[in-house]
Every structure is written in C-alpha cells, then in structure tokens.
C-alpha cells in the first residue's frame, strides 16, 4: 500500500473497530482511500498486482460493504459488492481470506440470479459448512417453501449481525404477502391474530402497518376491519341486455 495511504487505513480500522463504529468517520475516510486506490491502479485490478496491496484493497471494499449495510444505504453496498466479486473470483485462489470475506459472500438482497451465479462457483461442501453462505440458502429455501416463521426465527440465528438487516428487509416483504392475502380472505380479524399473522411483538408497531395498509382498527373491539377492494355496485344496463338478447333471437330464427 502507498505510504500515503496507511495512515487512512489504519484510521480507518480504528474507526471501524470501535464499539460502536464510527459510522459518518469511515465513510469519509473510504471516500479518500477509494481514490487512493484508483490512483495506485488496485479498485479494479487487471494483470500482476502486489498481493499485498491486493489484500488491503479487498478489506477496504469490505469494510464499505459493512458500513453500507450498517448505515441502511443498499445502493452503496451492492456497489462495494460489485467492486469486491474481481476479489473474489479474479483472484480468489492468490489471496488469503480475510476476516470480512466470508459474511459478506452470501449477503446480495434482492438478486437472486446473482446469488445463483455466485453459489455456482463455490464448492457444494462450503456451502454446507460455511454459516455465511448456508443461512442466505436456507432463507431462500423457506421463502420458495413460505415457511414465513422460519425466515423470521433466522434472524436470531443469524451468523452476523448485519445479516439481521437484510432479514428485516424481507420480512416488510413478507409481511405485505401476508397482508394482501388477510384483505381478500377476510372481513376483519382480532388484534392478536393479526399480530401473530404478521409476526408483530406489539400492538404498536401493528397499529402503524395497519395505518399503512389503510385498514380500519376497532380499538373497542380489539379487531382490524379490512377494506374490500373492487366490490363497487356494477349498475346492470338491464334495457340494453334485453335488447341485444332480443336482437341475437332474432337473428338465431332468420338463421334456422
């Protein structure tokens, strides 16, 4: 690494170390080392590269990933995922793993051809005995298999704590399925059920999905009146039916 780069670097590891993270810090200082690297030619190596510059840059790109993920901002981290996969696949066999690589190996929300893609060219006994790489294949399974509850108790069992964002995101997915199917199966469910149905904790946090989704809450009855969509009154153009049905026998009596 460019001696001018080491001190940013080394900035960089203490403000990510630090409990909690520094997240605005880091990324102001990813910003400057981003162009650093750009600079030294290693954000997107092509050729013989020093491996250990290689190794610094890799731990960068990750280290983005992870204040991505911990800041909330997607766009920005499947951007450092997109840089990391020369990493990972260019020069897998050349570097040693690092302490970030694997948990953010199975993390790509959202696309699922792409985590094909990537669980192709790994061999089928990590993906087995690798924990970061198992738990994203097991949610996919459950969501294929709606084993909603399944997906929600993997949060707990989560390898890393950043996996925890990306089960919440599917859960608000989840969460409007199950919705759309308690408005077109039901008239109004009881408070608890629509808790237990949609894996809420408390009757807050319902209330505020249910302010969401526009539904109507009957605090006194303790129930959810669901509004039915698409069941306006048709007005039957009854003259005009008859008179088309006239029309079309007399048509069938010229016909025979």
């Known amino acids: 690494m460019a ?18 993270s520094d997240l605005k810090k880091c990324s102001e200082i990813l910003t400057k080392l981003k162009l650093g690297l750009i ?22 790109l990750e280290i983005g ?14 951007r450092y995922f997109s840089q990391l996969q020369t990493f990972y696949t260019d020069y897998r066999h050349a570097l040693l793993d690092g302490g970030f690589v694997e948990a953010t190996d199975g993390l790509s929300p959202n696309r699922i051809a792409d985590f094909h893609t990537t669980l ?3 061999d089928s006994q990590v993906i087995a005995e690798n924990p970061f790489i198992r738990h994203p294949v097991n949610l996919e399974r459950w969501l294929m298999e709606g084993s909603y509850s399944k997906v929600w108790n993997a949060r707990e069992e989560a390898p890393a704590e950043e996996y925890k964002f990306f089960v919440d995101s599917l859960m608000g997915t989840i969460r409007n399925e199950i919705a759309s199917s308690e408005e077109a199966a039901y008239e109004s469910l009881p408070l608890k059920d629509a808790a237990t149905l949609l894996f809420f904790k408390n ?54």
């Not at 001696?3 to 909690?20: G, N, Q, T, V």
């Not at 050729?47 to 190794?55: A, E, I, P, S, Y």
């Not at 526009?214 to 006194?220: M, P």
């Not at 009154?233 to 008179?243: G, T, V, Y």
Request: proline content about 5%; hydrophobic content about 40%; overall charge neutral.
């Open 3 to 20: 001696a001018r780069l080491k001190p940013l670097y080394d900035e960089l590891i203490r403000a990510f170390s630090s409990r909690p």
């Open 120 to 122: 192709e060219s790994l």
């Open 65 to 78: 990933a992870y204040v991505s993920i911990r800041s909330r901002d997607v766009p920005s981290f499947d």
């Open 39 to 60: 600079e030294a030619g290693v954000l997107l190596p092509r050729g013989d590269v020093n491996l250990g510059d290689l190794t610094n840059a890799r731990d960068i």
């Open 203 to 256: 009757q807050t946090d319902l209330l505020k999905f249910a302010q969401h989704r526009g539904w109507q809450v009957d605090l006194t009855g303790s129930a959810i009146i669901f509004k039915k969509k698409g069941e306006e009154k048709m007005e039957i153009p009854k003259q005009r039916l008859i008179a088309a049905s006239l029309a079309y026998a007399r048509e069938l009596e010229q016909i025979v």
